[in-house]
């Protein structure tokens, strides 16, 4: 996590502040101690003008983590047979998902449950099509990952990441 928040940063300064509890009773889940530590910092950011990174609690509904994960939860469940198989084959449910991030082309970021909060996975979907990404690891490695080039996603396009990778903070968003 220190690598990502030691990128350039602009925008807001100060603390990101998630309503974790009403979140996990909203979406039935326990996060991972992990997770709530990477949307700590980078809840409300967008990397490379292209990822923004949802929050808990969020004023704006486009960028609310519980809004976004119920509306995707939804259609995950009635759309992507591959996706729902995927799913089926790691026992998770469409209605289990939690939907971290989106990209300005209407790609999806989830996390997908597992019993063991240390083996909670990271799949990403396209907006539109059939490419999808899973990474068996917390959100804050997958992103770095990607970012420095070392996972090369069948989801975003060729131009993401940025040479060198930036992110705006917005805590307040």
Known sequence: ???????????????????????????????????????????????????????????????DLVTRTLIARETMATTR????????????APAQLVRWGGTDNADMCFLVPNADPRKWAVLTVIGRGDEFDLFDGPVGTYLLRVLQGDVVSEVF????????????RNPRI
Do not use: C
Not at 81 to 92: C, F, N, T, Y
Not at 157 to 168: I, K, L, N, V
């Open 1 to 63: 996590m220190e690598l990502l928040a030691a990128l350039p940063a602009t925008g807001e300064m100060g603390p990101v502040i998630n309503d974790w509890e009403s979140a996990e009773a909203a979406l039935g889940v326990t996060f991972p101690a992990s997770f709530m530590r990477f949307l700590d910092v980078f809840g409300g950011a967008k990397f490379d003008d292209f990822l923004r990174v949802y929050r808990a609690g969020a004023n704006n509904e486009n960028v």
């Open 81 to 92: 047979p591959h996706i729902q198989e995927l799913l089926s084959q790691r026992g998770v």
């Open 157 to 168: 396009p060729d131009d993401f990441p940025d040479e060198s990778s930036t992110y705006e």
